[in-house]
């Protein structure tokens, strides 16, 4: 069965220093990953994917994940935050078929 | 460029009252439509899909149904609103299997 853990529910960095999300999954296939933010009281915008193709995958906002098959990650990283990228990001894993799975969240803080 | 609209943004409504909330989606044709819920503190919970026009996929029994009147039209309805409807209600398309795009949100508060 597919599934996603998000590791942390909180991370707490300062403005300027590394960001670094952790991200779970377990699937029985080759599977597609994604990375969402969601500000408050919005939608969800797609970060970046992974769908088998390079492993380092580059996103928007200078954020980039690794799929690391071995250790079944998909780690989110930014080399520096800015106050902007305080939010909530959700890890997912796709199912066959297109239906999704969603990590349970991970609210990052930014402090000046 | 594809966009999806959801309206309202904000809803109050008292209990047992209807509800229907609408997403349409611009710039694509024949979408995959998703309604998902995003209770306070949880991830998505995704209550129905479509993948065409009259077709309709529930995936938790509920209070809620769902209705594809239309090709790029997803409608969320409920004849009797309870106090655990209260959400974040997100709508979703994607072309077949592929990534899927979120609309702007439907905050719904039942009093």
């Known amino acids: 069965a597919q599934s996603v853990t998000q590791l942390d529910s909180h991370v707490s960095v300062s403005e300027g220093t590394p960001v670094l999300l952790r991200c779970n999954y377990s699937?029985?296939?080759?599977?597609?990953l994604f990375w969402y933010v969601q500000h408050p009281n919005k939608g969800l915008q797609l970060l970046l994917k992974?769908?088998?193709?390079?492993?380092l995958v580059k996103g928007i906002n200078g954020f980039e994940a690794e799929f690391k098959k071995s250790e079944t990650s998909f780690h989110l990283t930014k080399p520096s935050a800015h106050m902007s990228d305080a939010a909530e990001y959700f890890c997912?894993?796709?199912?066959?078929?297109?239906?999704?799975?969603f990590g349970q969240g991970t609210e990052l803080s930014v402090k000046p | 460029s594809q966009t999806i609209h959801q309206w309202p943004a904000t809803l109050v409504q008292p209990v047992g009252s209807p509800l229907s909330l609408e997403c349409t989606v611009e710039?694509?044709?024949?979408?995959?439509l998703y309604w998902y819920r995003q209770a306070a503190g949880r991830g998505l919970q995704l209550l129905f899909y479509s993948v065409g026009i009259g077709q309709i996929s529930s995936e938790v029994p509920q209070n809620l149904s769902a209705s594809r009147p239309q090709d790029r039209q997803f409608i969320l309805s409920s004849k009797k609103l309870l106090l655990s409807d209260s959400g974040f209600y997100l709508c979703?398309?994607?072309?077949?299997?592929?990534?899927?795009?979120f609309g702007p949100g439907t905050r719904l508060l039942v009093l």
């Open positions: 979703a398309w994607s072309s077949v299997r592929e990534t899927q795009y």
């Open positions: 997912v894993v796709s199912l066959q078929g297109g239906k999704l799975i």
């Open positions: 699937s029985s296939y080759s599977p597609s």
């Open positions: 710039g694509t044709s024949n979408p995959n």
């Open positions: 992974y769908t088998s193709a390079a492993t």
